[in-house]
């Protein structure tokens, strides 16, 4: 990067690192180190008009990214290496302000990663979570609020402020690229869980269904024409489906599409084209993770016959599935410790993503289908992580008091 007007150097540090996270943690690039013969050949690129290619190709340099700021104006180049080829972005104003700058940054790296490689990148995407506080120092009572910040934790403001307990906010899908303006949540605040759905301007909510008992863990069909949840209604947690619509809110009644005697349902989660359904069951003992077709309204419950998905574990909960429809992250108890792990449905098996001490939970994935994000869970905190199927590595992204939980990438 380089300076000639409008900034100075430490504001501008500032946005690089925030570039350099954007291209370290894309799942397809790694930002090479300032070395001393990178620094050599840097200061010997004759102010930046042209590229020595086999300068670049000996620092094994397989793209070079130029970002020059003058009048407070980012302009930015790509050098192919081995194509020899040069790649401009549209220049963007920098308006001085660090979290504007920083999305603006985000669209950059996107813009960067279309060029590469034809397809959208991450960056510039949002992520919902809960953040549960003590109310007061000596207090013993907690207030668990959903917040939204960007994909790297940056940028956070609460959206609900209900002074009660809301848990598993989910965005409601919106066009790819799209901005999403609500999304679902449950919320304690009447005292039983309920379903609620909120905008994301607002912070306002209305109830999603008005059942008796406990509604949970709901999840919205790609199609935005059904959200899945467990209910007690019955007196066992069951599998219900609700018909919506978007512009009218519901249509008819739920109803219940599994049952199983004395069995526990949870954590729903939609094939990506909407007909078929992935949930957690222990109806054969320890919970499972099950996949079954979403059946017709008034179909029998008993005619119903799901498949065992997951097999190596006998402790699985919290599906995701990814939006490509090839793979489901789940959480699974592994040598004691829950771990994330995919099913590759390519190749019918399950692999260990994530290792470590700490427990990990309630994967989601990104639009991508490449990179997740999950919480950690600890006796006294619980932080959220971004890993990618291609950089197993996890980096933490949250930051401050509170735990944080349920984090749901926006689609």
Request: glycine share 8%; with cysteine; net charge positive.
């Amino acid at each position: 990067a380089n300076n000639s007007a409008g900034f100075d150097k430490s504001y501008l540090a500032q946005l690089e690192k925030v570039l350099h996270f954007d291209l370290n943690h894309n799942g397809k690039t790694a930002v090479i180190a300032k070395t001393q013969p990178y620094l050599s050949h840097v200061a010997r690129e004759k102010g930046w008009k042209s590229f020595d290619r086999n300068g670049w190709q000996n620092l094994h340099t397989t793209y070079v990214v130029k970002a020059m700021v003058s009048d407070h104006k980012l302009s930015t180049s790509i050098y192919l290496v081995q194509d020899n080829l040069i790649k401009t972005i549209e220049g963007m104003t920098l308006s001085g302000s660090l979290s504007e700058d920083r999305r603006k940054i985000h669209h950059l790296a996107d813009a960067i990663h279309e060029a590469l490689f034809n397809t959208r990148g991450i960056a510039s995407t949002h992520m919902l979570y809960t953040l549960r506080k003590k109310v007061g120092e000596s207090s013993a009572t907690w207030q668990t609020e959903v917040w939204e910040a960007d994909y790297d934790g940056n940028n956070k403001r609460q959206i609900t402020r209900e002074g009660h307990l809301c848990v598993t906010p989910a965005y409601l899908p919106t066009k790819l690229g799209g901005r999403c303006n609500h999304f679902l949540y449950v919320s304690y605040r009447i005292g039983q869980p309920k379903i609620y759905i909120a905008s994301l301007r607002e912070g306002s909510s209305k109830r999603l269904t008005y059942l008796r008992g406990n509604q949970l863990m709901p999840s919205i069909s790609p199609q935005k024409d059904m959200i899945a949840f467990i209910s007690d209604i019955t007196g066992n947690p069951e599998l219900f489906i609700q018909p919506v619509d978007m512009e009218q809110g519901t249509v008819g009644k739920p109803f219940q599409i599994f049952s199983a005697p004395s069995a526990a349902q949870g954590c729903p989660t939609f094939c990506p084209d909407g007909k078929e359904i992935a949930f957690v069951s222990n109806k054969d003992g320890s919970p499972r993770i099950y996949i079954m077709p979403i059946p017709a309204y008034g179909s029998s419950v008993k005619d119903l016959k799901p498949r065992l998905l997951t097999k190596q574990n006998r402790d699985n909960t919290s599906p995701a599935w990814s939006p490509d429809g090839h793979k489901i992250a789940y959480c699974a108890l592994t040598r004691g410790v829950r771990q994330i792990w995919i099913y590759d449905f390519d190749t019918n098996k399950e692999s260990q993503l994530t290792e470590g001490n700490e427990h990990k939970e309630n994967p989601s994935w990104g639009p991508d289908g490449i990179h997740l994000l999950y919480n950690s869970s600890t006796k006294n905190a619980a932080e959220i992580y971004l890993i990618n199927l291609n950089q197993k590595e996890a980096v933490k992204i949250s930051s401050g008091p509170g735990e944080k939980g349920f984090p749901s990438w926006e689609a």
